[in-house]
């Protein structure tokens, strides 16, 4: 159980959603057998996370809130932050964005209380998308967290969340017609990989970047 969550992570991160839920349907069948609640409750928070990126954000929230509370009764936050910027973007994809940006606000309470930092970049991020979603889009709040997103990514050097940032700071420049700015942003994080070229973030920035005519 324990080695098919943590190999299920990073099939989720670069886009095999597929393949990963095939190891979380196995994780749940074996915490069925073993009663092992606490890998079920973090087998459904990824699954959520899963549907979350896959258009179904009703099935999400459900999952992700029970599966939250199951962790938090035995006293574990680890991943609540993922699990919680993943909440916050389905409450947005579904119109409620009080309840959206209460599930940001409680991540980042909870990356800062348990120092578990390692996705506040994408936290940053996910903030950001939400206040393009809203009713009435705040591009002006969307720029201050993709370039706060930014700040964090390159502060801890992670390049794949840093990619995430800029592609989404890259839209909104596109969309307000701008050209050599979103280029210059993203070409250099994107130049700076030699490898993973199969997955849905480089497919995404090199797709984004012939758009921009910068490949």
Request: charged share 25%.
């Amino acid at each position: 159980m324990y080695t098919l969550v943590h190999v299920a992570l990073p099939l989720i991160l670069r886009g095999d959603y597929l393949i990963a839920n095939k190891l979380l349907d196995e994780v749940v069948a074996l915490t069925d057998e073993k009663s092992a609640l606490y890998w079920k409750a973090l087998a459904m928070m990824f699954q959520g996370c899963l549907f979350a990126l896959t258009g179904r954000a009703l099935d999400s929230v459900g999952m992700i809130i029970s599966g939250i509370t199951a962790v938090r009764s035995v006293g574990s936050t680890l991943w609540v932050p993922l699990y919680l910027s993943s909440l916050a973007k389905a409450h947005a994809e579904l119109g409620k964005f009080d309840d959206a940006w209460r599930g940001v606000g409680e991540a980042m309470t909870v990356v800062e209380t348990s120092k578990e930092k390692w996705c506040e970049g994408e936290i940053h991020r996910i903030a950001g998308e939400i206040a393009l979603m809203s009713p009435e889009p705040d591009a002006a709040k969307a720029q201050a967290h993709f370039e706060r997103a930014l700040e964090v990514s390159r502060r801890q050097q992670a390049k794949s969340w840093e990619l995430r940032a800029s592609m989404s700071l890259a839209r909104l420049w596109r969309d307000q017609g701008k050209v050599q700015q979103p280029r210059e942003l993203l070409a250099p994080v994107y130049g700076w990989f030699t490898e993973g070229f199969d997955t849905r973030d480089l497919k995404e920035a090199k797709a984004l970047l012939e758009e921009l005519g910068a490949a």
